[in-house]
């Protein structure tokens, strides 16, 4: 699972950026066929700003590392930088070539900061935000359905929960807001009915330890946005414009070598790339199935993965104008980026 936010503290780290311009504190970490890349000059080191830890949700990315992707496109070295962090700040100062947010943090940066941002990518084509509930209690199947419950919601994510709310016509009174951490033991010890998480996450760590539960998937009711997408420096798309296609082009190879065998993207991340953070094999391999539903759609089948599509840029603007963020798509949006990758490699479409 990076201002809405993502997975556990990412989530927050999301929607804060969407409350407020506060800055974090940065941190560092590091580390088949081949076909050649679109550019064979050498751009130096790569900096990738993740917006979470290093657990499978960036499987595409270590396939892309430790096959030798990116250097064979053309960076010296990889330095994949673990989340959250000041990702909008780094990649604006260009301190990192790229990094991994989402629609509403950068519209945010953009308007409020006046920050030179694009998102030129995404590899989520839906975001995983749902409110969770246990199936034997609350059982929230519909929008409707919160009504006179407790929803637990963390700080920072209330703009977000306050926008499924409005989208739906259901009235902040309507509903008790609990402040809660990013830990879903507050829903099964009863101190909440729903709980805002993750589908790639919360929800499949209480059904691991044998909890029956309920998903109200905010793309699938009213709030359909993005989410782990690429955003870069608009002097990198006017002076850097090679490296960022050959970025693209090694990480989209990287996302198709996960979409062939998620079982080695998962052994990357928890014996490589993760192995810090002691992750669990099993619940990595959930994540990693579930993710691959939000990462490919009709879109992705037609013109590749990664890509954004007119259709997308629509909703996600919709999105964005209901939580509260006006901007147009040429100041979030350019996609000609990874359309010239596709038409320089038609081979990825295969």
């Known amino acids: 699972m990076t201002v809405l936010s993502f997975s556990k503290s990412r989530r927050s780290h999301l929607v804060i950026g969407v409350l407020t311009a506060a800055a974090l504190a940065l941190s560092a970490c590091g580390g088949g066929d081949s076909s050649g890349s ?45 989340g959250p962090g000041a990702t909008e700040t780094l990649v604006a ?65 209330e703009s977000l929960f306050k926008a499924l709310l409005a989208v739906n016509n259901i009235k902040d009174s309507q509903v008790t807001i609990v402040p809660v951490q990013y830990d879903p033991s507050v829903l099964t010890n009863g101190e909440v ?25 905010f793309a699938d009711n009213g709030l359909t946005f993005m989410t782990d997408s690429y ?30 065998d998620p079982d080695a993207g998962v052994a ?14 099993a619940a990595q391999k959930l994540q990693a199935a579930q993710a691959q539903k939000l990462i490919e759609s009709d879109e992705t089948a037609a013109n590749g993965l990664l890509t954004i599509s007119d259709q997308a840029v629509t909703e996600n603007l ?9 901007i147009t798509a040429d100041k979030l949006f350019d996609t000609s980026i990874i359309a010239e990758v596709y038409k320089d490699h038609p081979d990825l479409l295969k």
């Not at 608009?234 to 062939?260: C, E, H, P, V």
């Not at 990357?268 to 094999?281: H, T």
């Not at 919709?318 to 006006?326: C, E, P, R, V």
Request: aromatic share 8%.
């Open 38 to 82: 679109s550019d064979d000059g050498d751009h130096g080191a790569l900096t990738i700003q993740l917006s979470w830890v290093k657990n499978v949700e960036f499987a595409g990315e270590y396939f892309a590392d430790s096959k030798g992707y990116y250097k064979e496109a053309g960076f010296s070295s990889v330095n994949l930088v673990a």
């Open 93 to 157: 100062s260009g301190k990192s070539l790229v990094g991994v947010s989402d629609p509403i943090t950068v519209a945010d940066a953009i308007n409020n900061q006046q920050a030179p941002l694009k998102i030129i990518a995404t590899t989520y084509q839906k975001n995983p935000f749902t409110i969770l509930s246990l199936a034997d209690k609350a059982n929230i199947a519909t929008p409707q359905e919160m009504i006179g419950k407790k929803i637990g919601v963390q700080a920072g994510n």
């Open 193 to 217: 009915d729903g709980y805002l998480g993750y589908v790639t996450d919360e929800s499949l760590t209480l059904q691991a330890r044998g909890f029956k539960v309920q998903n109200l998937p």
């Open 231 to 260: 955003e870069v420096s608009q002097d990198s798309i006017d002076n850097n414009r090679a490296a960022l296609k050959d970025f693209l082009y090694a990480t989209i190879r990287g996302w198709k070598d996960m979409a062939a």
């Open 268 to 281: 990357l991340a928890v014996d490589n790339y993760g192995k810090a953070l002691s992750l669990d094999a």
């Open 318 to 326: 919709a999105t964005l104008k209901t939580a509260g963020i006006d």
